[in-house]
């Protein structure tokens, strides 16, 4: 293996690396904000009605899904694929519902199951809840509801790699003008 081919492939990992790294910090800022919404509309809905603990820990979920949705579409994954919208939804909506009942699991298992039901263990178990929602989350998102769009360096590779392999025609023969 040569030197350039192997600075090539360890450049191309660092840049797949970095990358990823900006995705997570992407994903983690429109999260990190989508938890104050869910934790805010949890806590205010907590004080000023009397709906039980994972019934309002559902509302807020449901509020932060929908901030989340736009958040992710247009600031995190907003250089990928768009032309499947409503597929792209569909998705989210099916993965978000999954989150909600993991991290809603969480806390009922809290609640119901254990009698910790004081504010204070509720927010511990909601943040709890959504923490492992969340990992739930970045894997299915990035995976199955904000595809990559292809990249175009590999196919031009593939296509110069092809052209170059194509047979070429052979050529017409010269005919005699005589006819001959």
Known sequence: MSARTTS???GRLRGQLQ??????AKFGAVGGAGLLVNLAVFNLVRQVTEIPVVRASILATVVAIAFNYVGFRYFT???RDKTRRTRELTLFLVFSAVGLVIENGVLYTATYGFGWDTPLQSNIF???GIGVATLFRFWS???WVFRALPQRGPVKQADSFLAQRRPQPEPE???DPVGR
Do not use: A, I, M, N
Request: net charge positive; proline share 5%.
């Open 141 to 143: 998102y990035r995976t």
């Open 77 to 79: 994954y907003r250089d």
């Open 126 to 128: 909601k943040f709890l």
């Open 173 to 175: 023969p010269v005919r």
């Open 8 to 10: 090539g492939r360890g």
């Open 19 to 24: 990358q990823l790294t900006r995705e997570v």
